[in-house]
Nanobody, 126 residues
Framework: QVQLVESGGGLVQAGGSLRLSCAASGRAFSPYAMGWFRQAPGKEREFVAASGGISWSGSSIDYRDSVKGRFTISRDNAKNVVYLQMNSLNAEDTAVYYC????????????????WGQGTQVTVSS
């Protein structure tokens, strides 16, 4: 089992920044691909960013197009934490953000992930 706990959400003005953190416990962290997803009210959960496990493809990084150049995913395998730095936020980024883990390479499909955190709310005011 892998337990995931997100933090760092909040209310921010458009153009502002937030950094989300996801702390993992329970298993060795580095082999796991870590993903960030988000879900806005009335919408399906969508992929945001992912980092492959260190054993897979050199820990590849992937982003959805709408966040490229604004969001950065990073991980500290020594601390078992994955981060999502979000800059230049806009109202369309408002959602509950979830981190997720799977053993293996990173994927965009949320159904491919086995472990999920409880989510953290990000609200961007315009």
């Amino acid at each position: 089992q892998v337990q995931l706990v997100e933090s760092g959400g909040g209310l921010v003005q458009a153009g502002g920044s937030l950094r989300l953190s996801c702390a993992a416990s329970g298993r060795a962290f580095s082999p796991y691909a870590m993903g960030w997803f988000r879900q806005a009210p009335g919408k399906e959960r969508e992929f945001v960013a992912a980092s492959g496990g260190i054993s897979w493809s050199g820990s590849s990084i992937d982003y959805r197009d709408s966040v490229k150049g604004r969001f950065t995913i990073s991980r500290d395998n020594a601390k078992n934490v994955v981060y999502l730095q979000m800059n230049s936020l806009n109202a369309e980024d408002t959602a509950v953000y979830y981190c997720a883990a799977r053993l293996g390479s990173s994927k965009r499909d949320p159904q491919m992930y086995d472990y999920w955190g409880q989510g953290t709310q990000v609200t961007v005011s315009s």
